[in-house]
């Protein structure tokens, strides 16, 4: 078993340190956030990750998981360091690797000899290089292994993976970081760390492409009166297409998507090549924001101003206490620069974000609404008292923006409803 160093204990970080230590290796986490790190060495887990706090709590209690402020403390043992800290989307749309940096500079000179360096952080082609000029060691070997995982299910996924990818020009260090995920089935490609650092640039924007081309056919099926809940499942057998990210929606958002779609235009251009298609997806998102805007300003009556709206979910999406980029708080932005009056309840979010107070309960939030807009697939919702809901509200109107809720059962109560797309 192994000795493995993981820096960041977010998402990612997180979920790594738990996953390697229930397959058996010693695992030191570290992080900056001494808060953080203060409430994981008590099995107090700061994110909503589902059976994440199970996996922390059997690693402490049989040692084979420890928690540490600061890399350089997690390094002088580690025969592997997995960096998982942020790459942020930059001013001009690139990836900004000064968290990558300021990692490697800090376990740099804590390696023991031979160990190697593991970026798990997206990181754009050349990030291998740039982690090895850091390093400044010739005896550390840095691989790339991107991370695949979806909030909401990170630990299955990680258990779990439709693939491990891992690239490196050093056979033996790729067959080395192979080996951690014993006990993992999996079909593993070893690469080089252009292609491996591309792999998951690809496989996020063909996903972000995916839900954007089903918003557009949305819009398509909206002019000409078709209903896009039976086309896209027409379109999902088809084996070539399947049923999957095929969900019409409030547009794609998360700590993910949006930073890496920019980032590989960004790529992209800076080697030549300019990726209009890429970009063309990021505006259809873009729109589909400002489309759900229309649709609740419709159900107003052609204005927002001093309208009171009900908002249920903030999150990016259900099964995650993460607002990141969501798309739920780009549209309440965009309604409170037309002056409406939002309030907001979330199963998750307990916390002020972005100047909104989330209500404790969703029933609070309709009292007096005019027009109830749900930006979440939390499936709670779905089960909510809707007699109650019209009752409360100045108008029953809804516009369900995830196509979660069953539209005859809240047009027979007296509902006017709008979804996307049907
Ligand atoms: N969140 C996802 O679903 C997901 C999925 C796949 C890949 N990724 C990628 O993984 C990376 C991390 O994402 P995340 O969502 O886990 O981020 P996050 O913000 O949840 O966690 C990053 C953590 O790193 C810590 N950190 C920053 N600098 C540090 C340092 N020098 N030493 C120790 N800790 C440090 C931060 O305090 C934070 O806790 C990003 O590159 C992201 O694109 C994320």
């Not at 794609?252 to 800076?270: E, M, N, T, Y």
């Not at 298609?277 to 505006?283: A, C, H, K, P």
């Not at 993460?322 to 998750?348: C, F, H, K, N, W």
Request: negative net charge; glycine residues 8%.
């Amino acid at each position: 078993m192994a000795q493995i160093a993981v820096i960041g204990a977010g998402y990612v970080g997180l979920t790594t340190a738990a996953c390697f230590s229930s397959l058996g290796h010693d695992v030191v986490c570290a992080d900056i956030d001494e808060e953080r790190i203060a409430r994981l060495q008590r099995g107090e887990i700061p994110i909503v990750e589902a059976g994440l706090e199970e996996l922390v709590r059997e690693g402490l209690a049989e040692g084979r998981l420890r928690f540490v402020v600061g890399a350089a403390t997690a390094a002088p043992s580690a025969e592997f360091a997995y960096l998982c800290v942020p790459t942020p989307q930059a001013e001009d749309g690139s990836a900004d690797l000064s968290y990558i940096e300021a990692a490697a500079r800090e376990i740099g000179p804590h390696l023991p000899s031979e160990a190697v360096v593991v970026n798990k952080s997206t990181v754009p082609v050349g990030s291998t290089r740039v982690v090895e000029r850091v390093l400044g060691r010739d005896d550390v070997t840095v691989v790339s292994n991107p991370e695949f995982l979806r909030e909401g299910s990170a630990v299955h996924d990680f258990l779990n993976p439709d693939r491990i990818v891992i690239g490196s020009d050093d056979q033996s260090a790729a067959v080395r970081v192979a080996s951690l995920y014993i006990g993992v089935t999996a079909p593993i490609i070893v690469t080089d760390p252009a292609s491996a650092e591309t792999i998951k640039y690809a496989s996020n924007a063909f996903l972000a492409t995916k839900i954007s081309f089903v918003n557009a056919i949305a819009a398509v099926c909206e002019a000409v009166g078709a209903d896009v809940k039976d086309v896209v499942l027409g379109m999902g057998y088809d084996k070539r297409i399947g049923h999957e990210f095929l969900k019409p929606g409030p547009g794609w958002g998360g700590s993910c998507f949006p930073k890496d779609s920019r980032a590989l235009v960004h790529i992209a251009d800076q080697a030549g090549y300019s990726f209009d298609l890429l970009r063309g997806v990021i505006t259809v998102n873009e729109d589909q924001f400002k489309r759900v805007v229309a649709k609740i300003r419709t159900m107003a009556g052609g204005s927002l101003e001093g309208v009171p709206v009900a908002v249920w979910g903030l999150t990016f999406k259900a099964r995650t206490d993460d607002t990141r980029e969501s798309p739920a708080l780009r549209i309440i932005s965009l309604m409170r620069e037309e002056g409406a009056q939002v309030r907001a309840y979330d199963p998750a979010v307990r916390w002020t974000i972005d100047g909104i107070e989330p209500a404790a309960d969703p029933y609070s939030v309709c009292d007096g609404a005019e027009v109830l807009a749900v930006l979440t697939e939390w499936d709670e919702f779905r089960w909510l008292d809707f007699d109650k809901v019209a009752g409360l509200m100045r108008a029953p109107r809804v516009v369900d923006a995830r196509n979660l809720l069953d539209k005859p059962a809240l047009e027979r109560r007296g509902f006017a409803y709008v979804g996307i797309g049907r």
